[in-house]
């Protein structure tokens, strides 16, 4: 396994752990509740998939797949991301500030995986 699979395997665990920490956080604050919990996790999973379309994307333009097949899969993938955001916030009416705290698992990750980088890193004395 290269180093490129191993950090993609660290940032989705990341992913999922941030989501159960914050939707976890959401519970128990006054005013949150197994609702607001639900929320983050919706967006959660919206940030997960954008970051699945996008990795998706980045491997087929790596691969140098069929372009036009390729942009066909990644907007129609932002329409079901559109589609889902809406069902999300207008039909089920989970709370808008849960689904945008859900969505920051991304950002959650990647400071795991930029920290993790700083840390694993060893210090070269007299360099």
């Known amino acids: 396994m290269g180093d ?4 993609l395997r660290h940032f989705e665990r990341d992913i999922v752990l941030a989501a159960a ?3 976890g956080f959401a519970v128990t604050l006054p005013g949150g509740g197994a609702w607001m919990g639900l929320s983050v996790l919706a967006g ?22 069929a372009r036009a097949w390729t942009l066909v899969k990644i907007f129609t993938r932002y329409g079901i991301l559109a589609v889902a955001a809406y069902v999300i916030l207008a039909r089920f009416r989970l709370s808008p500030a849960g ?3 859900g969505t ?3 950002a ?3 400071a795991a995986a930029a920290v ?6 060893d210090p070269r004395p007299g360099s």
């Open 44 to 65: 959660a999973a919206l940030g997960w998939f954008s970051f699945a379309t996008t990795r998706s994307g980045v491997d087929a333009a790596v691969r140098r797949r």
């Open 21 to 23: 920490a914050l939707s």
């Open 104 to 106: 920051t698992v991304l």
């Open 99 to 101: 689904v945008v705290v």
């Open 116 to 121: 993790r980088s700083l840390r694993s890193r």
């Open 108 to 110: 959650v990750a990647a």
């Open 4 to 7: 490129a699979d191993r950090l």
